[in-house]
């Protein structure tokens, strides 16, 4: 596949604005070993004839594609790695093995590449999650943030510096305080997470616990991210599968 080709189906909206910038100056770094040969960085989408760019009007938001939520997790995770000071292995193993149970081993390898040149840069934080939040709907900027707290967690222990870089890079995507608590305590032990997770205190009547328990069961159906493609209705279903472990905690904790 020729790099003219990759560059009109892997990406929609996210070949332009200061995310553009930063995969511009990566694929600037390994074009030359790209192009010529079969293969891609990022997932192609050959149906998808359009080419949307950041300068399309905020009511006309385009649809999310699966290249341009790909890069939106590579810059992001290369900016939670780097949070400690401290690339630790473990956590730059997470970002490959996720992305090849995601893609699958040769588009990860691909997609990696374009990772560690992503990963010197100095990554402007604000103006790429102000890109993401226009660009992306919100079940997608939560599966961002779940696959963020996974990459602190790679390493057994989530630093307060982890901590305080995802919050905040959670407020520039517009990311509410509830939701930002709820995938936290998908990542954390303790008695209180299960009901953080429905978004409800502890003293929450068994009436308000079903009710939230539907409310949280709507919000990360992996159909929500349908769009994404099948790779990423991978990681909604952990989400998923956690709010239903968390309300079968609760059914068993109270009794009903």
């Known amino acids: 596949m020729s790099y003219s080709k990759w560059i009109g189906g892997a990406l929609g909206w996210s070949f332009g604005g ?46 999310t594609q699966s290249g341009d939520f790909e890069v939106s997790l590579l810059i992001l995770a290369s900016v939670i790695i780097k949070a400690d000071g401290n690339q630790d292995q473990r956590e730059l193993d997470f970002v490959r093995e996720q992305f090849t149970n995601m893609y699958g081993k040769n588009r990860a390898n691909h997609a990696f590449k374009l990772f560690k040149n992503i990963n010197k840069q100095d990554i402007s934080l604000r103006p790429v999650c102000w890109q993401i939040r226009q660009m ?17 967690k790679a390493d057994g222990l989530v630093t307060e510096v982890e901590v305080k870089q995802i919050y905040t890079i959670a407020g520039y995507l517009g990311i509410s305080a509830r939701d930002y608590e709820s995938i936290k305590a998908m990542f954390y ?31 990360y159906h992996p159909d929500k991210v349908l769009h994404l493609g099948e790779e990423h209705q991978k990681g909604a279903e952990e989400k998923f599968k956690q709010v239903q472990a968390a309300y079968e905690h609760i059914q068993n904790e109270r009794g009903f």
Do not use: C
């Open 189 to 219: 032990n303790s008695s209180d997470n299960a009901y953080k997770v429905l978004e409800i205190t502890k003293g929450a009547s068994v009436e308000d616990i079903k009710k939230a328990y539907r409310k949280m069961v709507k919000k």
């Open 18 to 63: 200061p995310i553009g910038a930063i995969i511009g100056i990566a694929i600037g770094s390994v074009i030359d070993s790209v192009t010529g040969k079969e293969g891609f960085l990022l997932g192609e989408q050959q149906t998808s004839k359009r080419h949307t760019t950041y300068d399309t009007k905020q009511n006309e938001r385009p649809q």
């Open 136 to 152: 992306m709907d919100h079940p997608a900027r939560l599966q961002l943030l779940h696959f963020l707290f996974g990459i602190a």
